[in-house]
């Protein structure tokens, strides 16, 4: 069956620009999850969405960070005006609940490099 | 800070080799999650515990969720370089996942 997808998988761009990164998540999982990673480290939590809405935007690192989600299903993390400090792998994940677990699937990230 | 302490950061071992990675906490968690990451992909599930003191056993890896709900470890037996890799533990709290920072192993054959 179908995955999480992302895209773009690579994205290099200068710095002061802005980018878009999609995540299309597993079909009728309504939670979705956005992480950043440095190069080998754990994952660092940016937003969570449960349908549309985001209950949980703590994470977000700063103001040049934004989130949104359409029709439960796709989203966009956008990076504006960006610094070399946010270069890193952006992975997304979907979620469904199962008896009170909750399973958790990662796309393959995106990884971006400001220069 | 992170919720989530991971030990140890790196291991180097030789095939054949037992190792456990551990995954301690102050904080209570409704469930705990391992996951296997390899270079350029995302991480994958092992498992999910959820009951105080429940033991998995997911063929060579056996994980433990400690009995107040607060920590984990995986014990892998007889290890094998294609179980190299980042693993990492995450802590489900009210919809919200706590990552560890993870342990890289390395199995050399």
């Known amino acids: 069956g179908a995955g999480v997808s992302q895209s773009p998988s690579n994205k290099v761009t200068e710095k002061g620009k802005d980018v878009e990164l999609r995540c299309d998540p597993i079909s009728g999982h309504t939670a979705l999850y956005w992480y950043r990673q440095s190069l080998g480290q754990g994952l660092e939590f940016l937003i969570y969405f449960q349908g549309n809405s985001a209950p949980d935007k703590s994470g977000l690192p700063s103001d040049r960070f934004s989130a949104e989600r359409t029709g439960g299903s796709v989203s966009t993390l956008t990076i504006q005006r960006t610094q070399q400090e946010d270069s890193a792998v952006y992975l997304c994940?979907?979620?469904?609940?199962?008896?009170?677990?909750?399973?958790?699937?990662f796309g393959p990230g995106t990884r971006l490099t400001v220069t | 800070t992170q919720l989530l302490e991971q030990s140890p950061q790196f291991l180097s071992i030789q095939e054949g080799e037992n190792l456990t990675v551990y995954c301690n906490s102050s904080s209570v968690f409704s469930s705990l999650q391992w996951y296997r990451q390899e270079p350029g992909e995302g991480p994958v599930l092992l498992v999910t515990?959820?009951?105080?003191?429940e033991v998995k056993k997911l063929k060579r890896l056996t994980f433990q969720f400690g009995d107040a709900r607060k920590d984990s470890s995986l014990h892998i037996t007889a290890a094998q370089p294609g179980d190299t890799g980042l693993y990492l533990c995450?802590?489900?709290?009210?919809?919200?996942?706590?990552f560890g920072s993870g342990t890289k192993l390395n199995v050399k054959p």
């Open positions: 515990v959820v009951t105080g003191g």
């Open positions: 994940a979907s979620s469904f609940t199962s008896g009170g677990r909750y399973e958790q699937y």
């Open positions: 995450a802590g489900v709290k009210l919809n919200k996942f706590y």
